[in-house]
């Protein structure tokens, strides 16, 4: 089994930013792959960006390129999403998930999720 927990999350004004923590435990031995996932209110949840836990390459949606980065620390128990310049519309929960396999968009591709955290954009 896995855990996986999130923190992190506030309210900021536009432009502001923040970093995510998403933190592992339980049977964390292996490469992981890590993805971030972003769900706004009454809308699906989406895939914001994902670390691969061999080698640490990274994938980033087309909405959030130049403005989040995905980093890691611990031997890759912790991983944050940077965020920064955020916009209104970034508003919503933000969840980290560890894939069944490849890093993937796909929410079904994912196995262990976390509780998420809030994050709210507004003046």
């Known amino acids: 089994q896995v855990q996986l927990v999130e923190s992190g999350g506030d309210l900021v004004q536009p432009g502001g930013s923040l970093r995510l923590s998403c933190v592992a435990s339980g049977d964390t031995s292996g490469h992981y792959n890590i993805g971030w996932f972003h769900q706004a209110p009454g809308k699906e949840r989406e895939g914001v960006g994902c670390m691969s836990g061999s080698g640490g390459r990274t994938f980033l949606a087309d909405s959030v390129k130049g403005r989040f980065t995905i980093i890691s620390e611990n031997g890759a128990n912790t991983v944050y999403l940077q965020m920064s310049d955020l916009k209104p519309e970034d508003t919503g929960v933000y969840y980290c998930?560890?894939?069944?396999?490849?890093?993937?968009?796909?929410?079904?591709?994912?196995?262990?999720w976390g509780q998420g955290t809030q994050v709210t954009v507004s003046p």
């Open positions: 998930a560890r894939a069944r396999a490849k890093c993937s968009w796909a929410p079904w591709e994912y196995e262990y």
